[in-house]
């Protein structure tokens, strides 16, 4: 039995269309991973996946990124893990500004989480792609001793990618093919760690996400790959924010105030709400894109504090505002949108 060397899916022969297809099993990648890795180009679909299978006696390492902390307060690790202890790794900090100050950021995040999610033995920010705060991370696996480490993590959290800055630490050849194309891998990819063993796991699926929208040519390009440079808009009542041809954000009532955007490569274009709908429409493809052909509905929100509120825009991003306003959003349906009261700090 071989698996694939991109990621760890059982080669196999038989079937182009199934997963770890390769036409000679003594080929190192499967289709997939090869056209990845050579062209950029998957070949395969989006695996669906769920929680993945975890030993009692193994430490748990949540890896979420920073760009998906929306899904912390989504689900209870304790339904999938009752017995397991678990670390959370927020990935992808090298994406966000440098004013946030991560002892301000994570002490709150972990009183929260702790109180739904035991045992939770830390909280830690890291950037698995530049290599920032792995040491420490590295010291903190020490200091539990555990022998069994599982990388546990949605979709595009970073997880092959921490893998192979863990073997570039140890002086090792990558071990898995790290891409956004969102589900990679397939099948559980191990390292050895000193005395322990570190397993990549196959991503967790989450609906909504920019990818149940648009092909990976498309939605690749959005994806931030430096800092974010934050872009403010002071709006008034009866004002619009346009986002790329993906969303309309428009303030209904209240204000003025600011919307500030943390995302990546997308434009953004102010308009009167009056006409936001027609040049939406109009210059989708043109002045607005990427497109979705999806159906599109609206969702009101409506602010009665004065405090600031986070809204995730699929998995790209942040609008960070404040004040007592009612909002419209205009996206796909289904989309993964959500707000919450608060901001992280630096924010």
Known sequence: MKVCKGCGALLQTKNREEVGYVEKLDYDYCLNCFNLKHYNKPSGQI????????????????????LQLNLLSKYNLKRFYPTQEFILL????????????????????????????????????????????????????????????????????????????????????????????????????????????????????????????????????????KTIKPKTYNLTEQQAIIVGGLVVVSLIKGGPTSFTFYLGNIKLHRTKYS???????????TLFKPIVNHDYIKTYFKLTTDEKHLINLFDLGYLVLKGVVTLEIYAPKDANITITKGAYHGL
């Open 90 to 225: 927020v990935n992808k900090v090298d994406l966000l500004p440098k004013t946030i100050n991560f002892d301000k950021w994570i002490k709150p995040l972990k009183k929260a989480l702790a109180l739904k999610n035991k045992p939770l033995l830390e909280v830690m920010p890291i950037s698995a792609l530049t290599g920032q705060y792995l040491e420490i991370f590295l010291e903190t696996l020490d200091y539990y001793q555990k022998k069994e480490i599982y990388l546990v993590g949605f979709q595009n959290s970073g997880k092959s990618t921490l893998l192979n800055r863990i073997a570039q630490h140890l002086e090792k050849d990558e071990v898995a093919l790290a891409s956004h194309f969102p589900g990679l891998t397939k099948g559980n990819i191990t390292i050895n760690y000193n005395d322990k063993t570190i397993v990549d796991t196959p991503g967790i699926y989450e609906k909504g996400f920019i990818s149940d929208y648009l092909f990976y040519e498309e939605f690749k390009r959005l994806i931030p790959s």
């Open 47 to 66: 695996i669906k996946t769920h929680f993945p299978k975890v030993p009692e006696k193994a430490l748990i390492v949540y890896l979420v990124s920073a």
């Open 275 to 285: 006409q936001v709908y027609e040049k939406f429409n109009l210059h989708k493809g």
